[in-house]
């Protein structure tokens, strides 16, 4: 029996999660939880989906050992590459799954929301590959950041919505993909690109990451002959992370989930409700959820997966926080070092890693790279100066 | 189903009875003069007001609520300074409050449904507190005698509406469309068709809400449902006449949907 197994029945970790949505949802989530409980297991919706993750996103991804870094952070650094998948990220394993199981669905077309964009071009994506029609809507703070991602959208036949509500970030993005989806839910299907949200989708979308931690755990076993002794992820909703952990959550490896110190919901552990879950929420003494701030759209989160806040409080993760300065010194230093531009998101992690690195000297430390950082250039371009 | 009602189911009851089609304006609690608005409401022949508390991301709200709701957490209104402020009113019709679940959560159930009785609001909404998830509220809210209005989907297959019918207090809100809050140029034919479906269930007071527009809307709802709710018509002409148009807007639909 794993630690991370499924939620209760009302879709619950601990006492995170649950589905806190609006009466015209609850048929929807219902109907989601068991189309996707019946896809799950049968083997044709698993094949099918194993041959679409191998011949086109390009699965496995593989490990690469950093000599240059690891030898001068005194520690033995591996990156699990899902920066080299189909359309720059992890985000791939999720939507693929999401989008054959919304096709299965009878449901044409898909609502979407993104941060840093790569949840959304990697949704533009599979719609475009399956014939379905899409929509993404993304804060109007990260449309101006990420105008790249908003093009490759539009590129691949998607609708992009800016949304000026709110902080007009991540968290905006998802009220807005919401009220699409109580508008449209008989034909459409929201593909939610992280592990949060109402029940079935933190454990859902857990699932159609694991795969991440499946592969990093035997390539990690074959590489270094064990399991590693720190696994490494960036927390924004925290899917990514949710994957490899998931590899690793029942051997002795230490779990560190890093988030940016302008979103760190899980540090200040207190429980609130919006999108659907229960779960960390950085909010007022009203309840008023708070903007989070970072220099990483994909990040701007104020909120977490009910998973993680579950793993938090029984103490099988960790979670601390890195600044903006210390996450641009990453950034360039693994750019320089290993010759890779990492995601904002994935140097979130590595930060944290060079922080930590003179208290695990020798061991080994398995980061996701769960992104590539071109669609962060222009952006660093402004930071660092040309 | 209790054996005796709270005060509004009271009330709703008995002037449905006598032949009276019920009105429930929305107001959003905290924008400058609401006060005056819900008095202005309640002279103009509205039944009961239901007081919105802001909440940052309102996902079951379209741009007239967001806006007035926005403009309101500018302003500085808080859960507490509503509840004050709302001590204040003496209109002698029911007052329910509106709110996002976080708002009720973070206060702790029994201590909001404490503030709210001593407010003298009896009735509250939440709208994104379904059945399943409605239980720890609803022990605190019957104890404390508020009565926790449940609403019903057009989504909502026949098995699930008898359970949210019968854990209802007060009344029924029957979602008009698939959709958020917001003015339509038309009654979604969702409104009276989900509203038939109530009715022919539950002896709940059934009123529509969400999508319901104008006056004649509303009397094309009240065909079929013991009355309306009306939000985002009341908010806008809130936002841009003040209190007097709201009252004046209460009064038309009154009087439309009283013949």
């Not at chain 1, 989601?32 to 989906?49: G, I, K, N, Y």
């Not at chain 1, 390009?58 to 005194?74: A, H, I, V, W, Y």
Request: hydrophobic content about 45%; proline content about 5%.
């Amino acid at each position: 029996m794993t630690l991370m197994a499924e939620p209760s029945a009302e879709g619950r970790f601990g006492e995170f999660g649950g589905r806190f949505v609006p009466e015209t949802l609850v048929p929807a989530c219902q109907e989601l939880e068991t189309a996707f409980a019946d896809a799950w297991s049968d083997p044709v919706f698993r094949a099918d989906l194993d041959h679409i993750l191998r011949t086109y996103a390009g699965r496995p991804s593989m490990l690469t050992e950093c000599k240059n870094l690891g030898d001068q952070l005194g520690i033995r650094l591996v990156l699990k590459r899902e920066d080299l998948n189909h359309t720059g990220s992890h985000k791939i394993n999720n939507v693929l799954g999401q989008a054959l199981l919304a096709k299965r669905m009878g449901k044409k077309r898909l609502v979407a929301e993104t941060g840093a964009g790569q949840h959304g071009v990697a949704s533009a994506t599979a719609a475009a590959l399956m014939g379905m029609e899409c929509k993404v809507y993304m804060g109007a703070v990260d449309v101006a950041r990420q105008e790249l991602n908003v093009f490759r959208m539009k590129l691949l036949g998607s609708e992009v919505e800016a949304v000026h509500s709110g902080s007009r970030t991540l968290k905006d993005a998802v009220n807005e993909a919401m009220r699409d989806w109580v508008a449209t839910v008989e034909t459409s299907h929201y593909c939610l690109g992280s592990v949060m949200g109402p029940h079935p989708y933190p454990y859902m979308v857990r699932q159609f990451h694991r795969v991440i931690g499946d592969e990093a755990r035997a390539q990690s076993i074959e590489l270094m002959g064990d399991v590693p002794d720190v696994v490494v992820a960036c927390v924004g909703g925290g899917s990514n992370a949710i994957g490899i952990f998931s590899g690793f959550v029942d051997d002795r490896t230490r779990l560190v989930g890093v988030e940016p110190a302008g979103g760190a919901a899980v540090t200040r552990a207190q429980p609130g409700v919006v999108h659907g879950m229960r779960s960390y929420l950085m909010q007022d003494e009203y309840g008023q959820v708070q903007e989070a701030q970072s220099i990483s759209a994909g990040l701007d989160y104020p909120g977490v997966g009910p998973e993680h806040s579950y793993l938090a409080s029984i103490g099988r993760a960790e979670y601390p926080n890195v600044t903006d300065a210390e996450v641009i010194d990453a950034f360039q230093l693994l750019a320089r070092t290993e010759g890779i531009i990492p995601a904002l998101e994935c140097a979130h992690a590595l930060a944290w890693i060079v922080r930590a690195a003179p208290e695990m000297q020798g061991q080994t430390v398995l980061m996701n790279l769960s992104g590539r950082g071109d669609k962060d250039v222009a952006q660093m371009m402004e930071v660092l100066g040309k | 189903m209790s054996d005796t009602f709270g005060r509004m189911e009271t009330e709703f009851r008995a002037k449905r009875a006598a032949g009276r089609k019920l009105l429930v304006p929305y107001l959003t609690g905290g924008l400058a003069g609401w006060q005056d608005a819900v008095r202005a409401a309640a002279a103009a022949g509205a039944d009961a007001i239901e007081i919105g508390i802001p909440f940052s991301d309102p996902v079951m709200d379209g741009p007239v609520i967001q806006q007035a709701s926005q403009m309101a957490l500018e302003q500085g209104a808080t859960p507490v300074s509503i509840l004050q402020e709302a001590r204040d009113l003496d209109v002698g019709i029911p007052l329910a409050v509106m709110t996002y679940y976080n708002t009720v959560h973070h206060a702790g159930h029994e201590r909001f449904a404490a503030q709210l009785l001593g407010a003298g609001i009896v009735a509250c909404i939440v709208p994104d507190l379904p059945l399943e998830e409605s239980g720890p509220w609803c022990v605190a809210a019957d104890a404390a005698g508020i009565e926790t209005v449940m609403l019903a989907a057009p989504t909502a297959p026949d098995e699930r509406l008898p359970r949210v019918a019968a854990r209802a207090r007060g009344f029924l809100y029957s979602v008009g469309l698939l959709g958020v809050t917001g003015e339509r140029a038309a009654l979604a034919s969702t409104a009276s068709a989900l509203a038939r479906r109530l009715k022919a269930i539950t002896d709940v007071p059934v009123l529509v809400g969400v999508g319901v527009s104008n006056a004649a809307q509303a009397r094309e709802a009240c065909e079929v449902a013991d009355g309306v709710v009306m939000g985002a018509s009341v908010v806008r002409r809130m936002l841009e006449g003040g209190p007097d148009a709201v009252g004046a807007f209460v009064a038309e639909v009154r009087e439309e949907i009283s013949h």
